[in-house]
Nanobody
Framework: QVRLVEYGGGTVQAGGSLRLSCAPS????????MGWFRQAPGKEGEVVTI???????YYSDSVTGRFTISQDSAKRTLYLQMNSLKPEDTAMYYC???????????????????WGQGTQVTVSS
């Protein structure tokens, strides 16, 4: 059973930085792209960034230039480096692994099979 655990969230002032980590217990046999999503109170979940199996990265317009997705050399842990944080970045952040059949990159929540429990990021003004 694949389990994802995110950590690294917290409260930071606007302009600050945080680094989120996502450590899967194991990877699916047919490993596919991974992504970070977020959901703010009263809003729908949205994709933040995706990394595919070849290491290509994709970012939402709202975080381009500020956030960076990466994996360690063994591709065991997924990271999200968040710089120049803004109050509108406040949300619960989730990492996810896409279904084996998903055509990556995909911003559709339903095309991701495995999800972590989330880690809260709060940015104060």
């Amino acid at each position: 059973q694949v389990r994802l655990v995110e950590y690294g969230g917290g409260t930071v002032q606007a302009g600050g930085s945080l680094r989120l980590s996502c450590a899967p217990s194991e990877y699916p046999v047919r490993r596919n792209c991974m992504g970070w999503f977020r959901q703010a109170p009263g809003k729908e979940g949205e994709v933040v960034t995706i990394i595919d199996r070849a290491g290509r990265t994709y970012y939402s317009d709202s975080v381009t230039g500020r956030f960076t997705i990466s994996q360690d050399s063994a591709k065991r842990t997924l990271y999200l480096q968040m710089n120049s944080l803004k109050p509108e970045d406040t949300a619960m952040y989730y990492c996810a692994i896409a279904h084996a059949w998903t055509y990556c990159p995909s911003a559709r929540v339903q095309e991701y099979q495995y999800w972590g429990q989330g880690t809260q990021v709060t940015v104060s003004s």
